[in-house]
Nanobody
Framework: HVELVESGGGLVQTGGSLRLSCAVSGGTLSNYVMGWFRQTPDKARDFVAAIRWRGGETAYADSMKDRFSISRDIAKNMVYLQMNGLKAGDTAIYLC?????????????????????WGQGTQVTVSS
C-alpha cells in the first residue's frame, strides 16, 4: 500500500514559482509511475505530469510542459513538481498519484482513473 503526502502549496503572485513535494512510502517504488494532477471545484482532475520511478521517463500535459518540471529523488522517496511562470489559471488543488507501471501499457499516464493511490492534495493559489 502506497501512501502519498503532498506539501509546498501556497499563495503566489502571477509569474512566480512554487515547488511541490510528494513524500512516498510503502510499495516497491521501482515498479511505479508517479503523477501530478490538479483539480478545481468545477472540473475533473486534469493531468499535469508523470514520471516512471525506474528510468525517470517523464510525460507532461501539452499546456504545461514549458513551465512545469517533474522529478524524483530516489534516495529520499520524493517526487517534485517545479512550477514556473504561474498564472491565475493554475490555481487548483494539486494531487500526487501513484500506480504500478504495468497499468499503462500504452504509456497513457494522463488517465487519472488508472491511478489507485492518491494524496490529499495541496492548494496552490495564484493571485493577479
Amino acid at each position: 500500500h502506497v501512501e502519498l503526502v503532498e506539501s509546498g502549496g501556497g499563495l503566489v503572485q502571477t509569474g512566480g514559482s512554487l515547488r511541490l513535494s510528494c513524500a512516498v512510502s510503502g510499495g516497491t517504488l521501482s515498479n511505479y509511475v508517479m503523477g501530478w494532477f490538479r483539480q478545481t471545484p468545477d472540473k475533473a482532475r486534469d493531468f499535469v505530469a508523470a514520471i516512471r520511478w525506474r528510468g525517470g521517463e517523464t510525460a507532461y500535459a501539452d499546456s504545461m510542459k514549458d513551465r512545469f518540471s517533474i522529478s524524483r529523488d530516489i534516495a529520499k522517496n520524493m517526487v517534485y513538481l517545479q512550477m514556473n511562470g504561474l498564472k491565475a489559471g493554475d490555481t487548483a488543488i494539486y494531487l500526487c498519484a501513484g500506480e504500478v507501471a504495468w497499468s499503462f501499457p500504452r504509456g497513457d499516464y494522463g488517465a487519472a482513473g488508472r491511478y489507485h493511490f492518491w494524496g490529499q492534495g495541496t492548494q496552490v493559489t495564484v493571485s493577479s
